[in-house]
DNA sequence: TATTGTTATACTCTATAACTATA
DNA sequence: TATAGTTATAGAGTATAACAATA
């Protein structure tokens, strides 16, 4: 019994492994990586952002940023803008390129949620999203999760 | 309902994400990196092996595995001892300390596992095992697995 | 005085290619 | 000639600290 629970930790984590290679694979094919494309993401989703707001999003410093944007701005996927108000920021936004791309991978994304679940029957997938649920809200009870680490 | 798929997907990656950020931190206190810690698992189920043969593990070149061990014989977690047949190779051995803290770290793995599916009805366990292996089945069909991963 | 972003510096993980020692 | 591991080099992600420009 016990055995079972750490046979199905041991899914959990080949599912993750599974995933990260698969995403950083298909990411590598349009020239992104997973920190970029979660920039690309944040973008998508709040629209325009100065780099702090970013540097907030992602939970990463400062610096950090001023890589993932020269990245991004080497490759074609944004620009820096001046702030309209505030010169000491500057505004990140898309490029034509950057937001087809962003628009591309949200698509996919609901696409791949599909064909992973394809074929499994209503009550069962139900049953899934439950035994989830459980498992998250287990590790927020123990202190874990996103926004318990954000509070560090 | 294809809502519903999409909302599933995106709390497996906050899963991800969770099980990421808490397995670092708590490696981290004990000196250790996530790619370091697979190295010293692999080495707990495996026993002594020459570097060439933790490449293969891992899944990451000669060159990576060089630094890695560097990493863990100066941190006192691995030495570097001499292969009893083949001069050109190197045995990775535990030191003391890197043999009790990689048995510690398979004890808390499986508690891991106990905490995680806590109070959760043995019917609701299997229905979630269930769905699990369901969706590692539809990734192993569109080519999406470990073992695929491997071949390439 | 506080905030935004950059420069300087450093560490880890990752890769390929060239090279040494050994098989 | 092939294999084990290292040196050389490079790129990405991450961090802290010092600093410039602006608020």
Redesign the pocket.
């Known amino acids: 019994m016990a055995d079972d629970r750490t046979a199905a930790l041991d899914r959990i984590l080949e599912l993750v492994a599974v995933l990260d290679t698969d995403s950083r694979e298909s990411l590598a094919r349009d020239g992104l ?4 494309a979660h920039l690309l993401w944040v973008l998508q989703h709040q629209g325009p952002l ?3 707001a970013l ?1 907030e999003a ?12 020269d ?1 991004l701005v080497d490759s074609g996927f944004v620009t ?1 803008e001046p ?1 309209p ?6 505004l990140v936004s898309f490029t034509e390129h950057g937001a087809a791309t962003a628009a591309r991978l949200e698509r996919e994304h609901g696409e791949f949620a599909r064909v992973l679940f394809a074929d499994l029957p209503e009550d069962r997938f139900r049953a899934f999203a439950d035994g989830l649920d459980h498992v998250l809200d287990r590790l927020r009870e123990h202190g874990v999760s996103l926004d318990a680490q954000a509070e560090r």
Not at 33 to 36: D, E, I, K, L, V
Not at 58 to 69: D, E
Request: proline share 7%; hydrophobic share 30%; aromatic share 0%.
């Open positions: 990586t997973p920190a970029r100065p780099q702090r540097a992602l939970r990463v410093s400062a610096r950090n940023i001023t890589g993932l944007v990245g820096r702030h108000t505030d010169r000491r920021a500057t």
